[in-house]
């Protein structure tokens, strides 16, 4: 039913920024709960950030807290994750996802890395 295409990954160095974008298509992102979910090598997938779907809850995992901010643009239908002072650890695919009726939807995914 939702349709999420990602963009904005890349290579970046520690301590800079970077701005992930996620477009939904089907449906308006303010029926949605959004989060951004990363997977590093050999490692699961784990949970990064949310926003609410009224926008004004966001919750974000302790590792990127003061430094990621999870945001929204109605009118472009888009999610977005900016990462500042980006580590190393940070590396890793990034994805956004939401759920539809209980179902999970995924985006492509994105990669991120911060050389060490």
């Known amino acids: 039913q939702v349709q999420l295409v990602q963009s904005g990954g890349g290579l970046v160095q520690a301590g800079d920024s970077l701005r992930l974008s996620c477009t939904a298509s089907?449906?308006?992102?303010?029926?949605?709960?959004m989060g951004w979910f990363r997977q590093a090598p050999g490692k699961e997938r784990s949970f990064v950030a949310s926003?609410?779907?009224?926008?004004?809850?966001?919750l974000y995992t302790d590792s990127v807290k003061g430094r990621f901010t999870v945001s929204r643009d109605l009118a472009r239908n888009t999610v977005y994750l900016q990462m500042n002072s980006v580590k190393p650890e940070d590396t890793a695919i990034y994805y956004c996802?939401?759920?539809?009726?209980?179902?999970?939807?995924w985006g492509q995914g994105t990669q991120v890395t911060v050389p060490s």
């Open positions: 996802a939401t759920l539809d009726s209980g179902i999970p939807y």
């Open positions: 089907g449906r308006t992102i303010s029926n949605y709960r």
């Open positions: 926003i609410s779907s009224s926008g004004t809850t966001t």
